[in-house]
């Protein structure tokens, strides 16, 4: 799943926004916090721990970078292959199309499956809805900090 917004921020510009996890409890409705682990950065293989919030619950997650390409794409994987989320920048006129994405891997999908055994689907539905809610809504929030709105 996928959603697009224009921000009228160069690509360069946008994607060290975006590629800074330190920011995402800036913009994202459920991960509240992120940190690099051992001092690590935007590079590939580097990995970072985030904090989210729901209602009913928080949890931490780790994540590792899988694409760092500066002004191009910014995109991680969390606990070791069960999500793909990531950012792709396109140029657009003077700013920037700004796409984010997100996949539910086959590994989660299975790790799920174990965890929650006949709950799976509906946990995994609730992912679904929660990336689909929540991804407009990022968008919106980065364009908002990233045009100084």
């Known amino acids: 799943m996928s959603e697009s917004i224009y921000i009228a ?27 690099w682990d051992d001092g690590a950065g935007p590079q590939v293989g580097a990995w970072f721990t985030g904090r989210n919030e729901v209602p009913e619950r928080t949890w931490e997650t780790r994540s590792q970078v899988v694409a760092a390409e500066p002004g191009r794409e910014f995109a991680w994987e969390v606990n070791e292959g069960w999500v793909h989320w990531g950012y792709t920048l396109e140029p657009e006129g003077e700013g920037t199309r700004l796409t984010e994405h997100w996949e539910f891997l086959p590994k989660g999908i299975e790790g799920f499956h174990e965890r929650w055994g006949d709950k799976a689907q509906a946990h995994i539905e609730h992912r679904r809805q929660m990336a689909e809610s929540g991804i407009p809504e990022t968008l919106a929030a980065i364009k908002k900090v990233a045009e100084g709105g």
């Open 9 to 35: 921020v160069p690509p360069a510009e946008l994607y060290a926004l975006v590629s800074d996890v330190t920011r995402t409890g800036e913009w994202s409705p459920v991960c509240k916090a992120c940190w």
